[in-house]
């Protein structure tokens, strides 16, 4: 593995889920595996469980890990090829990534879309520039269209959670919230779940809250969610804006957040969120607090499918 920017770079899904689920069970069985190596962990938006599980893992694989937020601590960088600084930017890309090459043996980046225009945020330039200039492996903590760790984590909770031999009904459902959010997560969960190919696998959603064919392409897509909801084993619930009218915000009906009422056609679902997530907004007390909720888990497990790319990685460059 070169580099972690989307599924397509993770090769075989269950033998990588295989992995961190064996580091789960023993997590420092490779502790010495990346001694003397540094990661960095570049932050251009905030960040809680990405940033912590992907410290703790790097350490259960005997790495140093250097945190940066750039936000806060650093110069805004300038990512356009040829552009005149004369504006809010201080250092271009260019000299600031080779650099980061210099000090880390991988670096780790969170990027976010500007939610303005669509064609800037979809060309991913943020984590391509790294990629270009840094010279070393870029782990993508996020990014402007994908969070590919998250969805390598939401695989391995279901993998973990799911014991019967038919393929489970998964749905992911959008819910309402108080501001426009990326289509990110509901992306990469939707280009993960069809690569993986091993659930029915359904999307809900208000009309024109429709997702990038590119990432949706091999599910069903339903617009009653009470319908689409039957019979689901898991629940996945998270908000997006809208992807055509790019980060506009058309519908917030508060009918389409989660409640227990919406479980009682289900089998018995589970309900996934990657977190963090607006109480009463996007998903009830009633649901979070409940047995349902496996969010927790999902958060737990967010270290260990750290902690398998990290070693893919690691594995490579020795």
Same mark, same amino acid.
């Given at each position: 593995?070169?580099?972690?920017?989307s599924v397509h770079d993770i090769g075989n899904i269950d033998a990588m889920v295989e992995k961190a689920m064996g580091y789960?069970?023993? !997590?420092?069985?490779?502790?010495?595996?990346?001694?003397?190596?540094?990661?960095?962990?570049?932050?251009?938006n905030p960040s809680m469980r990405t940033r912590l599980s992907t410290q703790v893992a790097a350490a259960n694989l005997g790495m140093e890990a250097i945190v940066f937020n750039i936000d806060k601590e650093g110069w805004k960088l300038e990512f356009e090829e040829g552009a005149i600084m004369s504006g809010n930017t201080v250092e271009h890309i260019k000299d600031a990534a080779p650099i980061m090459g210099a000090y880390f043996d991988i670096l780790c980046i969170?990027?976010? !879309?500007?939610?303005?225009?669509?064609?800037?945020?979809?060309?991913?330039?943020?984590?391509?520039?790294?990629?270009?200039?840094?010279?070393? !492996?870029?782990?993508?903590?996020e990014s402007a269209t994908l969070h590919p760790l998250q969805s390598f984590t939401d695989i391995i909770?279901?993998?973990?959670t799911f014991r019967e031999t038919r393929k489970p009904r998964i749905v992911l459902t959008w819910a309402p919230h108080i501001k426009p959010?990326?289509?990110?997560?509901?992306?990469?969960? =939707?280009?993960?779940?069809? =690569?993986?190919?091993? =659930?029915?696998?359904?999307?809900?959603? !208000?009309?024109?809250?429709?997702l990038d064919t590119a990432f949706t392409n091999g599910a069903t897509i339903e617009y009653d969610q009470e319908k689409a909801l039957e019979g689901a084993d898991y629940i996945y619930v998270k908000n997006w804006s809208s992807y055509t009218d790019y980060g506009k915000v058309f519908c917030n009906d508060s009918s389409w957040m989660l409640t227990r009422e919406h479980l009682e056609n289900t089998n018995n679902a589970r309900v996934m969120h990657c977190?963090?997530?607006?109480?009463?907004?996007?998903l009830s007390d009633e649901i979070l607090d409940s047995p349902s909720s496996i969010v927790n888990l999902q958060a737990t497990n967010r270290v260990w499918a750290a902690q398998a790319v990290l070693a893919e990685i690691v594995h490579a460059i020795n």
């Open positions: 593995m070169k580099n972690f920017i789960k069970a023993d !997590p420092l069985k490779d502790r010495t595996l990346g001694a003397d190596m540094r990661v960095g962990l570049l932050f251009l969170r990027t976010f !879309p500007s939610l303005v225009n669509k064609q800037d945020d979809y060309s991913e330039l943020f984590i391509n520039q790294f990629i270009k200039y840094a010279g070393i !492996p870029i782990v993508s903590l909770t279901i993998r973990e959010i990326p289509q990110c997560v509901g992306n990469s969960f =939707a280009q993960w779940i069809n =690569a993986w190919g091993q =659930a029915d696998f359904v999307i809900t959603h !208000p009309e024109d809250y429709e977190l963090p997530v607006r109480r009463n907004v996007e």
